[in-house]
């Protein structure tokens, strides 16, 4: 599964950016995208995650101000991120879990786009 993320940059705190990530593959059933992150010195995290067919999940700490959508026909998710903070700054990592036609499954990872948020 190839990623291609997009939309990442730099917002003020108390600013808005919305990152896509659009997955092309063949062969295999996406049943998993979503979003982690790194910040400098840190582990990766989970931002977000949506199952085909819309069920969400999100990290405790993002809840209310990060909102992540898709479309399954577009293999496609979106990751609405408000009321951004300092602390958000980080490479954000698309991700999307598949499965074989044997029901093997396997994670692949986007490039990472980079969300900075300064004043």
């Known amino acids: 599964v190839q990623l291609q993320a997009s939309g990442g940059g730099s917002a003020q705190p108390g600013g808005f950016l919305r990152l896509s990530c659009a997955a092309s593959a063949s062969g295999v059933e996406i049943i998993r995208m979503g979003w982690y992150r790194q910040a400098p010195g840190k582990e990766r995290e989970l931002v977000a995650a949506?199952?085909?067919?819309?069920?969400?999940e999100y990290s405790d700490s993002l809840k209310g101000r990060f909102t992540i959508s898709g479309d399954d026909a577009k293999s496609t998710v979106y990751l609405e991120m408000n009321s951004l903070r300092p602390e958000d700054t980080a490479v954000y990592y698309c991700?999307?879990?598949?499965?074989?036609?044997?029901?093997?499954?396997?994670?692949?990872w986007g490039q990472g786009t980079l969300v900075t948020v300064s004043s």
């Open positions: 949506r199952n085909t067919g819309g069920s969400t």
């Open positions: 991700f999307a879990r598949f499965k074989t036609f044997r029901d093997f499954h396997y994670t692949d």
